[in-house]
């Protein structure tokens, strides 16, 4: 029986350390800033500290899908997508502290 309570209490420490910890992440201001993709008739909401930008694709976060996403871009397409960079706090980089890939 103790191993039992033991058991259960060591589960909710798990669940409620892991939950706390996604929910710092979503509410801070630097983590929120998002722009919009279009990509085969669908346009994509994705959180603009997630872009990792590469030669003829990029990656960036959705929340909606709760993935990665990689998309075909052409050069002056991810030109555009650096720029949004530039008014930004943020630095080009893969994220992988919260978000990974499926």
């Known amino acids: ?5 033991t058991f259960i209490i060591l589960v909710l420490v798990i669940i409620s350390t892991r939950n706390n910890f996604k929910g ?3 509410t801070s201001p630097n983590f929120s800033e998002t722009f919009f993709w279009q990509n085969n008739n669908k346009a994509y ?6 872009v990792s930008i590469y030669d003829s694709s990029f990656t960036a976060y959705s929340n909606k ?3 990665l996403m990689t998309f075909p871009a052409q050069y002056k397409n ?3 997508i650096k ?10 980089q893969e994220c992988t502290n919260c978000h990974h890939a499926n």
Do not use: A, G, Q, R
Not at 45 to 50: A, E, G, I, Q, V
Not at 83 to 92: L, Q
């Open 45 to 50: 909401s994705l959180l603009l500290h997630s």
């Open 83 to 92: 720029n949004k960079f530039e008014n930004s706090s943020y630095k080009i």
């Open 65 to 67: 899908w709760d993935s």
């Open 78 to 80: 991810l030109k555009s």
């Open 24 to 26: 710092e992440i979503s």
């Open 1 to 5: 029986m103790i191993i039992l309570v």
